[in-house]
């Protein structure tokens, strides 16, 4: 019997410690500065999940948590019920603070990957980040739109790392801040 329940264990530690992993031959930020990535980021592009299905003016809003980890609020107008939805989370640093790969969990104890495999280092007005594997890509701006070249080519980069950016959903952002 406790051959059983440790296997049992070791199995369910290792299928929540692989969502958070990060894609093969993804490199994540390092000398990534936490809090100058908190605060609100508007979803830009995003690969199709159920979880954010028919949602459109989609932001993302980012702040400490007394624990060391961070709190995520996530947002969106749902087009077809005409409300808005709220999912909060919260996320944790998978090494050192300054290597932009966490693992983010919305329903306890089921993490994934949060990855930032690129960033504007300077201002932190854009961000790319992917989830445990390929199916999983946000690009996200501090503004509501993004400059046509800048998109273009961080779409390149994902392609190049074999993301299928032609099924990237462009994100309406036609609504006033609630």
């Not at 990534?32 to 993302?60: C, M, P």
Request: with cysteine.
């Amino acid at each position: 019997m406790e051959k059983i329940i440790l296997f049992t264990g070791v199995i369910l530690c290792t299928l929540l410690s692989s969502c958070a992993s990060i894609p093969q031959g993804v490199q994540v930020v390092r000398d990534f500065e936490a809090d100058k990535y908190l605060g609100k980021w508007y979803e830009i592009a995003r690969l199709d999940h159920s979880f954010e299905r028919g949602l459109s003016n989609v932001t993302a809003t980012y702040s400490n948590r007394e624990d060391g980890g961070i709190d995520v609020m996530n947002k969106g107008y749902n087009l077809e019920s005409q409300k808005w939805q709220e999912a909060k989370g919260r996320a944790y640093f998978v090494e050192e603070k300054n290597v932009a790969s966490l693992k983010v969990t919305f329903f306890w104890p089921f993490y994934g990957g949060y990855n930032v495999m690129e960033l504007d280092r300077k201002n932190y007005s854009y961000a790319m980040v992917c989830g445990p594997n390929r199916s999983y890509l946000w690009i996200l701006s501090r503004t509501k739109t993004m400059e046509p070249d800048l998109l273009d080519r961080l779409m390149e980069m994902a392609r190049k790392l074999d993301f299928d950016v032609d099924d990237l959903i462009i994100v309406q952002h036609d609504l006033s801040d609630r």
